[in-house]
């Protein structure tokens, strides 16, 4: 499926309206207030145009009054409008790369059916895109605009993750050989993870960057993790399906033994091709930062 | 006594808002470029709180570097202080954390709430001027403060809407709740221009009508102007601009000029996107004459230029500032001369 073919209806506009998040609410707060607060934040996440939804003109004259410049109608679209563009553009921020793909109007259209179906939750416009990946699956079958979705989402989720101090080669070699199978190590908290069908992580940058994006490359399971490097920026790496298994499970936080012994079963691995690659894996994980002492 | 005796809280001059671009230019320069002056460029810079509760990460290994060299005060934008769902613990820990982390003198969030039921709209959406409300965000602010443990300050915000509800100018509102919340002000000006052009008042009276003894720190922006859509344009279609308005024109808000300016079919929205007008520096200047030398930052959020070219904004606010102060000072010192009063220039303040 191409993106011109991307699934994209927009909802009835009243299906837009938030559901009432009663848990959130404040008992004590003034029952006008929150007739008048709940009203506006409605209106202003509607999809249509203020002069021509009925609803809320009709609605509008207990709470709104015009100003010398002003109608009402004017005075919330302002603020209806920003609202998706202020979203709009912090979305496309986390997720350049998907925006490109899709095109202005697309990207668009996906914003507004997504922020009515998840509406902000709270405070923290990192985590707006958390269900991004999940929701564009829902809406097209082009695996190449999912990946990417899923992948850019790690770089966001990776972003204000706590630091952890490295695990040392050092530290790692001292411990006793008889006790390295139960031995659990810690991954660094900003290590994605991320399994997919394309090897994406270059068209990304492209997209990204707004320069000539290179051809789509042909379908192959990948395995990406995305880290943080020694600048505490984030970057990726592909890894062999065992390195991403093993991770995956030492990051579930099963013992080495344990992990290896999964690992090979999830990837299909040889006992012999784990343990020839267990000396560099190790090495440069430690290395790169991506064990970190459990403290 | 004033808040800001009674806080201790410093002035810490000039600074800028601290925005992603500029990272390097700040970053890599242990002391900024002095202006042509030879003053420095900025003292002193502001960051937007949300940007910084994470866990880790380059946010928080840039702050620290920042906070090395300069002051770093966190201003926020999403405490909902007037909303009417309750106070978001995880954010309030996650604030105070960063204001221990800055060791900040106060911090500070807007007038608005960004948020009902359970939907965050990530904008600063204006509350109906009521006794209600006030005692309301009062009490909301005071949680906030106890929370924290740091002083206070309170912004007005830009405004598009008027609700009918409104039984008071907002800066009796804001001042009646800052007095209930014993908090300071941050005093946006660009805010207050914006408004009262949009809403048809006198930028003069919010102005005086605030307790000049609250006010901590002044912000200063840009505005730019966006079409109505529903209020055809004036039948010469002329593009009002509020920089080179009438206002503006005289030179001093203290004139007895037009308060706002802008043709039908166009309204002010506060972008933080241009220099600062002509006319919001005449407002800042009627400001200081009346609180001192305040904290003065200048805010430029999209479209974001060079750094020279905030830089040269601020050095423009320590201009104005410095000469609306000795203007102040002078004006005062001749009226309690003629009364045969003794007071210290630094009571003034």
Same mark, same amino acid.
């Given at each position: 499926?191409?993106?011109?073919?991307?699934?994209?209806?927009?909802?009835?506009?009243?299906?837009?309206?938030?559901?009432?998040?009663?848990?959130?609410? #404040?008992?004590?707060?003034?029952?006008?207030?929150?007739?008048?607060?709940?009203?506006?934040? /409605?209106?202003?996440?509607?999809?249509?145009?203020?002069?021509?939804?009925? !609803?809320?003109?009709?609605?509008?004259?207990?709470?709104?009054?015009?100003?010398?410049?002003?109608?009402? !109608?004017?005075?919330?679209?302002?603020?209806?409008?920003?609202?998706?563009?202020?979203?709009?553009?912090?979305?496309?921020?986390?997720?350049?790369?998907?925006?490109?793909?899709?095109?202005?109007?697309?990207?668009?259209?996906?914003?507004?059916?997504?922020?009515?179906?998840?509406?902000?939750?709270?405070? /923290?416009?990192?985590?707006?895109?958390?269900?991004?990946?999940?929701?564009?699956?829902?809406?097209?079958?082009?695996?190449?605009?999912?990946?990417?979705?899923?992948?850019?989402?790690?770089?966001? #989720?990776?972003?204000? #993750?706590?630091?952890?101090?490295?695990?040392?080669?050092?530290?790692?070699?001292?411990?006793?050989?008889?006790?390295?199978?139960?031995?659990?190590?810690?991954?660094?908290?900003?290590?994605?993870?991320?399994?997919?069908?394309?090897?994406?992580?270059?068209?990304?940058?492209?997209?990204?960057? #707004?320069?000539?994006?290179?051809?789509?490359? !042909?379908?192959?399971?990948?395995?990406?993790?995305?880290?943080?490097?020694?600048?505490?920026?984030?970057?990726?790496?592909?890894?062999?399906?065992?390195?991403?298994?093993?991770?995956?499970?030492?990051?579930?936080?099963?013992?080495?033994?344990?992990?290896?012994?999964?690992?090979?079963?999830?990837?299909?691995?040889?006992?012999?091709?784990?343990?020839?690659?267990?000396?560099?894996?190790?090495?440069?994980?430690?290395?790169?930062?991506?064990?970190?002492?459990?403290? | 006594?004033?808040?800001?005796?009674?806080?201790?809280?410093?002035?810490?001059? *000039?600074?800028?808002?601290?925005? =992603?671009?500029?990272?390097?230019?700040?970053?890599?320069?242990?002391?900024?470029?002095?202006?042509?002056?030879?003053?420095?460029?900025?003292?002193?810079?502001?960051?937007?709180?949300?940007?910084?509760?994470?866990?880790?990460?380059?946010?928080?290994?840039?702050?620290?570097?920042?906070?090395?060299?300069?002051?770093? *005060?966190?201003?926020?934008?999403?405490?909902?202080?007037?909303?009417?769902?309750? &106070?978001?613990?995880?954010?309030?820990?996650?604030?105070?954390?960063?204001?221990?982390?800055?060791?900040?003198?106060?911090?500070?969030?807007?007038?608005?709430?960004?948020?009902?039921?359970?939907?965050?709209?990530?904008? &600063?959406?204006? &509350?109906?001027?009521?006794?209600?409300?006030?005692?309301?965000?009062?009490?909301?602010?005071?949680?906030?403060?106890?929370? *924290?443990?740091?002083?206070?300050?309170?912004?007005?915000?830009?405004?598009?809407?008027?609700?009918?509800?409104?039984?008071?100018?907002?800066?009796?509102? &804001?001042?009646?709740?800052?007095?209930?919340?014993?908090?300071?002000?941050?005093?946006?000006?660009?805010?207050?221009?914006?408004?009262?052009?949009?809403?048809?008042?006198?930028?003069?009276?919010?102005?005086?009508? *605030?307790?000049?003894?609250?006010?901590?720190?002044?912000?200063?922006?840009?505005?730019?102007?966006?079409?109505?859509?529903?209020?055809?344009?004036?039948?010469?279609?002329?593009?009002?601009?509020?920089?080179?308005?009438?206002?503006?024109?005289?030179?001093? =808000?203290?004139?007895?000029?037009?308060?706002?300016?802008?043709?039908?079919?166009?309204?002010?929205?506060?972008?933080?996107?241009?220099?600062?007008?002509?006319?919001?520096?005449?407002?800042?200047?009627?400001?200081?004459?009346?609180?001192?030398?305040?904290?003065?930052?200048?805010?430029?959020?999209?479209?974001?230029?060079?750094?020279?070219?905030?830089?040269?904004?601020?050095?423009? =606010?320590?201009? =104005?500032?410095?000469?609306?102060?000795?203007?102040?000072?002078?004006?005062?010192?001749?009226?309690?001369?003629?009364?045969?009063?003794?007071?210290?220039?630094?009571?003034?303040?």
């Amino acid at each position: 499926m191409s993106t011109n073919e991307f699934l994209h209806t927009f909802s009835d506009p009243a299906s837009r309206r938030a559901e009432t998040n009663a848990s959130a609410r #404040d008992a004590n707060a003034p029952d006008e207030l929150r007739a008048l607060a709940d009203s506006f934040v /409605n209106w202003i996440q509607r999809p249509t145009v203020v002069h021509d939804d009925d !609803e809320v003109r009709r609605e509008l004259p207990a709470f709104v009054a015009d100003s010398p410049r002003m109608l009402a !109608e004017d005075q919330i679209e302002a603020y209806r409008v920003q609202y998706l563009d202020r979203l709009s553009g912090a979305l496309e921020d986390d997720f350049r790369a998907l925006a490109r793909r899709l095109g202005s109007a697309q990207w668009r259209a996906l914003v507004a059916d997504f922020l009515a179906a998840q509406p902000p939750p709270d405070w /923290n416009l990192y985590t707006l895109g958390a269900g991004l990946p999940a929701f564009v699956a829902t809406q097209t079958d082009d695996a190449v605009t999912r990946d990417l979705a899923r992948l850019e989402w790690a770089f966001c #989720d990776a972003f204000g #993750d706590a630091d952890a101090t490295p695990l040392t080669a050092a530290a790692l070699a001292a411990v006793d050989p008889e006790a390295l199978g139960d031995l659990v190590l810690a991954v660094q908290p900003a290590l994605r993870l991320v399994e997919l069908d394309f090897p994406l992580c270059e068209l990304r940058i492209a997209l990204r960057d #707004d320069v000539e994006a290179p051809k789509i490359p !042909e379908s192959k399971k990948t395995y990406v993790v995305v880290a943080r490097d020694h600048q505490r920026g984030l970057e990726y790496m592909y890894v062999t399906a065992a390195a991403y298994f093993t991770l995956t499970r030492l990051r579930r936080g099963e013992p080495l033994g344990a992990a290896l012994e999964g690992a090979a079963e999830d990837a299909g691995a040889t006992e012999d091709e784990m343990l020839g690659a267990l000396g560099t894996w190790f090495q440069n994980w430690t290395a790169w930062g991506w064990l970190v002492t459990g403290d | 006594m004033s808040f800001r005796k009674q806080h201790g809280v410093p002035d810490l001059g *000039i600074g800028i808002g601290f925005r =992603a671009p500029h990272r390097a230019a700040i970053l890599e320069s242990p002391e900024l470029p002095e202006n042509a002056a030879g003053l420095a460029a900025v003292d002193w810079f502001e960051v937007i709180s949300e940007n910084y509760l994470g866990d880790g990460g380059r946010p928080l290994a840039t702050l620290d570097r920042l906070s090395t060299n300069y002051p770093v *005060i966190p201003h926020g934008v999403s405490l909902n202080l007037g909303g009417t769902d309750r &106070l978001n613990t995880d954010h309030l820990r996650r604030l105070r954390r960063l204001v221990d982390r800055l060791d900040a003198p106060w911090f500070s969030d807007h007038l608005c709430f960004t948020a009902a039921h359970g939907v965050e709209v990530h904008d &600063l959406l204006p &509350l109906p001027c009521t006794e209600k409300v006030a005692d309301w965000v009062a009490d909301r602010i005071r949680a906030v403060c106890d929370a *924290i443990g740091r002083p206070f300050l309170l912004e007005n915000p830009s405004s598009y809407v008027s609700w009918r509800a409104d039984a008071m100018p907002e800066w009796e509102f &804001l001042s009646r709740i800052a007095e209930r919340a014993d908090c300071g002000l941050l005093f946006d000006v660009n805010n207050v221009f914006v408004a009262a052009t949009n809403h048809g008042f006198d930028p003069r009276r919010y102005i005086d009508g *605030i307790d000049p003894e609250r006010v901590v720190q002044i912000h200063l922006a840009g505005h730019s102007e966006r079409p109505i859509r529903g209020r055809p344009k004036d039948a010469a279609g002329a593009r009002p601009s509020a920089s080179t308005s009438e206002f503006a024109g005289r030179g001093d =808000a203290g004139d007895g000029g037009p308060t706002s300016t802008g043709a039908p079919g166009f309204f002010l929205f506060d972008t933080h996107s241009r220099p600062v007008a002509d006319v919001v520096w005449s407002l800042y200047r009627r400001t200081i004459a009346r609180t001192g030398p305040v904290t003065t930052l200048i805010e430029w959020d999209e479209e974001i230029p060079a750094f020279p070219v905030v830089a040269a904004e601020a050095a423009t =606010a320590r201009v =104005a500032r410095q000469e609306a102060t000795l203007s102040s000072v002078g004006t005062a010192t001749k009226e309690h001369l003629s009364a045969n009063s003794v007071q210290t220039p630094g009571e003034l303040v």
